[in-house]
């Protein structure tokens, strides 16, 4: 072989890829890769696929069930609950059978879908991330004066989220890059090693807006709500100290759940984009794909079982009695924003304590006040989640 390579090196060549031809992940295993890495990607897959699926459609038949739930600043919530609901589903069962097999046995126009599907709910999941931040900020620094959050502005969010995303992870099916296996060959997504410069423009304007941009969006609206809650704190009001530790926990663990969960996919995407001839082990170039696939397992817990009121009407839900401390209910007259939680959420609770503590105080006359709609009476115990 080495003569004939010597003697004739066009023919060589073509001997060699006959002799040993190069391994089409379509067709069976990467031969470079040991099998006990597709088997510890199933049993991975597998256990971040049923936690995910679980936990998502907890969250969806819960809000199904408990009206309460269903207000504008929970759509997104929700939102973001059947995105990482869709991407399991999607993308989680289908790398759990195709790491099971060491291959994409699906075919290549499943390898197309595939990659779009999870490319698609998981931008979607992160653009509601985003808006989510964007409504919180809304709700309780009120950038627009009297306007308020309602039904018709949520709705509006989420049109934009599935419509910028879909707009974004469209493009690779119609040429502007493609779809195409990983380099372990078992999942599909968009091809970051392409030496194209229109493949390479797709990637960098996919990187600005669904990794900077969103980023970008919750960066300005918490850290807006953190600057504004420190304010009403500084000035001397004891009743803004709680809400404002409150939400600086609620924030940090926000950000960093998302930089943890996207940054590693993200700065991988970008690095084989500029560097495309780079030499990586098959292995560990999958892990910031599959990891990404674990923002759908903590994203559940950080933004709903973490929240008050979700978490009383899973309580009830499960046999358990949702109960109101009776000293919560005796100070409903002078911190109106505690019993409110059950009613509106935990942020317009911050909201109305905010404005509470604040300089606005009811008026002797019993006439409302600019945050009178705000404050609510309290509520029975058994009306916390009402069906």
């Not at 009120?142 to 969010?157: D, F, M, S, W």
């Not at 304007?205 to 669904?210: A, E, G, M, P």
Request: with cysteine; charged share 15%.
């Amino acid at each position: 072989m080495d003569t004939l390579s010597l003697s004739v090196n066009a023919v060589s060549y073509t001997a060699a890829a006959e002799l040993f031809p190069p391994d089409d992940p379509f067709k069976g295993p990467i031969k470079s890769i040991a099998p006990w890495n597709f088997t510890f990607l199933a049993v991975f897959m597998f256990f971040v696929t049923s936690v995910s699926l679980s936990e998502n459609f907890l969250v969806m038949f819960v809000t199904f069930k408990y009206k309460q739930l269903r207000q504008p600043l929970n759509y997104i919530i929700v939102n973001l609950a059947i995105a990482d609901f869709l991407v399991s589903l999607t993308g989680g069962v289908i790398s759990f059978l195709t790491n099971s097999r060491g291959y994409f046995f699906l075919g290549r126009w499943a390898c197309v879908l595939e990659g779009f599907a999870v490319t698609f709910f998981g931008i979607v999941a992160m653009w509601s991330l985003s808006v989510l931040s964007f409504e919180r900020f809304f709700v309780v620094c009120r950038p627009l004066g009297n306007i308020r959050l309602q039904t018709k502005h949520a709705v509006l969010g989420l049109v934009f989220v599935w419509t910028f995303s879909f707009i974004c992870t469209i493009p690779p099916v119609l040429g502007w890059n493609s779809y195409t296996t990983s380099k372990i060959g078992t999942t599909c997504e968009p091809n970051w090693y392409s030496t194209s410069t229109l493949d390479h423009s797709y990637i960098i304007v996919f990187f600005i807006t669904c990794f900077i941009l969103p980023l970008g969006v919750i960066f300005f609206c918490y850290g807006k709500l953190l600057q504004k809650l420190r304010k009403v704190s500084h000035s001397r009001l004891a009743g803004a100290k709680k809400p404002e530790r409150q939400v600086t926990r609620m924030v940090v663990v926000m950000i960093v759940a998302y930089m943890v969960g996207w940054t590693p996919y993200a700065a991988f995407s970008i690095l084989v984009t500029i560097h495309p001839t780079i030499e990586l082990d098959p292995g560990l170039a999958s892990i910031p794909a599959f990891f990404s696939k674990t923002a759908a397992v903590y994203n559940p817990v950080i933004y709903v079982f973490m929240n008050k009121q979700f978490r009383k009407c899973l309580i009830q839900l499960f046999g358990g009695k949702v109960t109101i401390p009776d000293s919560n209910l005796n100070q409903t007259s002078e911190r109106p924003g505690i019993t409110q939680e059950s009613q509106t959420g935990e942020m317009s609770a911050i909201a109305t304590r905010i404005r509470v503590s604040g300089s606005m105080s009811p008026r002797s006359d019993g006439s409302p006040t600019e945050c009178g709609s705000f404050v609510h009476l309290p509520i029975p115990e058994n009306k916390v989640c009402p069906m």
